[in-house]
């Protein structure tokens, strides 16, 4: 929970790193905290047309206020146990739904393309959206997280520098990192992609029970996805030194 007052030139990123709640404020006004969450808090309101005084009053709110959704503060947690987190929770959901997403987006697109042609769209992006998470998904378990959390045992990591001190490791994990970051901005720029053509996951008058099974789908992988790039991006990968 956020102790302090909410500034208009603090960090979006940092924000939530700091007060996780405060994610589902910042989806409500559609502002990506995960990938696009390095600019000051005034600037990401003009350029979305948000007036900042009304959105830092709804960050409080958000801040203090009670929330449904299960969250976990990335600054409590040491280096292995947030990369247990995100396998335990993010990795194990995306292993559980991508199959099920690629089924359900292509059934509806066979059923109902002719309504829509967008559904093919929407089908294709996820397939090929899950081939591209199942390789970074292999890269972070097999490669990255395991040298993350071999320095940790070994003492050669702290939470606030987790490159290995051995060769030439850090620099390996750095380029690692860069390669990984720039992966996430090719999944959000694919969920947005999602999020067009199905008009922000809209249900037509004339969805059926597929389609509505669907859509929640979608934006349950959306919601989740932006929150585990987020874990990543702005809580793990700045431990490694650069």
């Known amino acids: 929970m956020l102790t302090r007052s909410i500034r208009k030139n603090d960090i979006v990123a940092d924000l939530v790193v700091e ?21 000051p808090l005034a600037d ?36 292995p146990e947030l990369i247990e987190h995100i396998v ?49 998904l292999e890269t972070e378990e097999n490669e990255l997280f395991p040298a993350l959390t071999r320095g940790a045992d070994d003492g050669r990591c702290s939470d606030d520098n987790c490159a290995r001190d051995a060769g030439d490791g850090g620099g390996v994990q ?22 067009t053509a199905t008009d922000e996951f809209t249900l037509p008058d004339w969805a059926c029970n597929t389609y509505r099974a669907m859509l929640a789908a979608l934006e349950e992988f959306d919601e989740d996805t932006r929150a585990h790039m987020h874990l990543e991006n702005n809580a793990l990968f700045p431990r490694i030194a650069r």
């Open 88 to 136: 335990d929770s993010h990795h194990a959901y995306l292993r559980r739904e991508l199959p099920r997403l690629v089924e359900l987006t292509r059934k509806v697109a066979s059923s109902h393309g002719d309504e829509d042609s967008r559904l093919y769209e929407v089908a294709d992006t996820m397939a090929h959206l899950a081939a591209e998470l199942r390789s970074h």
């Open 44 to 79: 990401t309101a003009y350029e979305k047309g948000i007036d900042v005084d009304a959105l830092i009053v709804m960050l409080n709110v958000g801040a203090t206020g009670p929330s449904d959704r299960t969250v976990v503060n990335p600054a409590s947690l040491s280096t």
């Open 19 to 39: 007060s996780p709640a405060l994610a589902r404020v910042f989806e409500s006004f559609g502002i990506n905290y995960c990938c696009e969450g390095n600019k």
């Open 174 to 195: 750095t380029t690692m990192v860069g390669q990984l970051i720039a992966e996430h901005r090719e999944t959000a720029n694919a969920l947005e992609r999602l999020r």
